[in-house]
């Protein structure tokens, strides 16, 4: 993280220009290849595809953002579905006032539950984001899926979860659990500018996620292609056709895909 100036703000005139810089090189260390782990994402998300799978990707608090990115936008792969703990208030008999607060994301206990509302195939696999990677719901979602027999593919910050107690009863952080661990890059505490007395702004890990989200998409579409596959892809919703293309598409997974507002 970088320092501050005799005025509290951060070091040089262009706090901004810092910022950028942060990024960009984060962003381009993830774009090198080989890059062993998300290439063997890649691998595995392309096998469960052409085996009739869905991407399952969970995320909590802004990692839900992750999610997002994977599942339901144009230009995303359509057997996607997000899941996320309102799920429990949507499709359950939750009451909304559980959704209040962090509580319903650091205790795993309603992950069975959760689980339990999702259409999940053999060849299903999870996509799942923390930058923690410490909080129990999170633990206990790659827990159960592995359990089930799925593959799980980790996005979280190395640094910052080595430097955490894990809050999951088992003692256990996702990275442990996961088959594959795609690191974030973000810094401890996510923050990247000191301002003043260790206070820091400028976060960076939905960035980095929503590109490591995007760098998945793209060479799982490459993958199809050589296997001799069209990848099933959305269209915009708001280009001619787009519905019509998506729903035919949607239409082959059933009730195994969730799109919700």
């Known amino acids: 993280m970088g320092g501050a100036n005799e005025q509290g703000g951060p070091i040089g005139t262009d706090a901004t220009t810092m910022f950028l810089g942060e990024v960009v090189s984060r962003l381009e260390r993830l774009a090198e290849r080989p890059n062993p782990s998300i290439d063997a994402a890649v691998t595995l998300i392309a096998d469960a595809v052409l085996a009739g799978g869905v991407v399952q990707a969970f995320g909590t608090g802004h990692s839900e953002a992750f999610a997002m990115e994977i599942a339901g936008r144009a230009g995303g792969l359509i057997p996607t579905n997000r899941i996320a703990l309102r799920d429990v208030v949507l499709y359950g008999g939750r009451d909304a006032s559980e959704l209040v607060g962090a509580t319903m994301e650091r205790d795993g206990s309603v992950i069975g539950e959760l689980l339990g509302g999702v259409q999940l195939h053999p060849a299903d696999v999870f996509l799942i984001a923390s930058n923690s990677g410490v909080n129990g719901s999170i633990v206990e979602m790659a827990l159960l899926a592995k359990r089930q027999g799925h593959h799980v593919v980790a996005i979280t910050s190395c640094e ?44 960076v890990s939905s960035m980095t996620a929503a590109f490591i989200a995007q760098l ?46």
Do not use: M, W
């Not at 795609?182 to 007395?197: E, R």
């Open 160 to 203: 910052h979860t080595t430097a955490v107690d894990p809050k999951h009863s088992s003692g256990q952080r996702l990275s442990d659990v996961a088959d594959v661990v795609v690191d974030n890059l973000a810094p401890y505490g996510d923050t990247t500018l000191d301002v003043q007395g260790g206070i820091g702004v400028g976060a």
């Open 216 to 261: 998945l998409t793209i060479r799982v579409a490459e993958r199809l292609i050589v296997a001799g596959e069209t990848p099933p892809v959305y269209l915009s919703a708001n280009i001619p056709g787009g519905d019509e293309h998506n729903h035919a598409l949607e239409d082959r997974y059933g009730g195994r895909i969730r799109r919700s507002a």
